[in-house]
């Protein structure tokens, strides 16, 4: 029972490139989630699924697509990178909402020149 | 708008006790949480309030007061292991989750 796995650990990337986050749980969770965290500031949500084909945006969508083709898995896509999406990015899961406590992978330290 | 405000740096002595403070103004209030996270790794769950009173949990104990729009999370017996930062989220009336910027706690022997 890995809980949830996130992928890759540390990228770097250059104004304008694309790349995708990945991020599977193995808990039978409906609800899944991506964040990014800044210093400074509390977590903030950028899209969250309630279910597998159905996702909708949190509080900062601008410049990243999300999908969720199955259950398990949630990638969070970049098309082009900009420097102000350096962040630390988390996946988490959680059993049906943001009312049940969220389990979160280990997250991404994403650099953007 | 939505605010949650906690101390941002917190120093403590191994063995003692420690209160981090949370207060908040959201749009409604669906229960509190409280999270850990060591540096560099993710959050992970402490505890939970939606009624008022104290929670204890072992070493870690949270208080919830709604009609103040505060909470603590008081740590007992410090160990050099609770260096980490302290995380406050509220669900608010649309059950979204507002989070604090957390707590950094310094654990110094």
């Known amino acids: 029972n890995a809980g949830v796995t996130q992928t890759p650990k540390f990228q770097v990337l250059k104004t304008g490139q694309s790349m995708t986050l990945q991020c599977a749980q193995d808990m039978n969770h409906e609800y899944m989630s991506w964040y990014r965290q800044d210093p400074g500031m509390g977590l903030r949500l950028i899209h969250y699924s309630v279910g597998a084909g159905i996702t909708d945006q949190g509080e900062v969508p601008n410049g990243y697509n999300v999908s969720r083709l199955n259950k398990r898995e949630f990638s969070l896509r970049l098309e082009s990178a900009a420097p102000s999406q350096t962040s630390v990015y988390f996946c988490a899961s959680s059993e049906r909402g943001p009312e049940n406590i969220q389990y979160f992978g280990a997250g991404t330290r994403l650099s953007v020149l | ?109």
């Open chain 2, 1 to 109: 708008g939505q605010n949650i405000d906690q101390p941002t740096e917190m120093t403590a002595t191994e063995g003692a006790i420690v209160q981090i403070n949370c207060t908040y103004q959201t749009s409604g209030f669906n229960g509190l949480f409280w999270y850990q996270q060591h540096a560099g790794e993710a959050p992970t769950f402490l505890s939970y309030n939606v009624l008022d009173g104290l929670e204890e949990k072992g070493r870690f104990s949270s208080f919830l007061s709604r009609s103040k729009g505060y909470s603590y999370l008081l740590l007992k017996e410090l160990q050099m292991k609770d260096s980490a930062s302290y995380l406050c989220a509220v669900l608010d009336s649309n059950y979204q989750l507002i989070w604090g910027a957390g707590t950094k706690l310094i654990i110094k022997p």
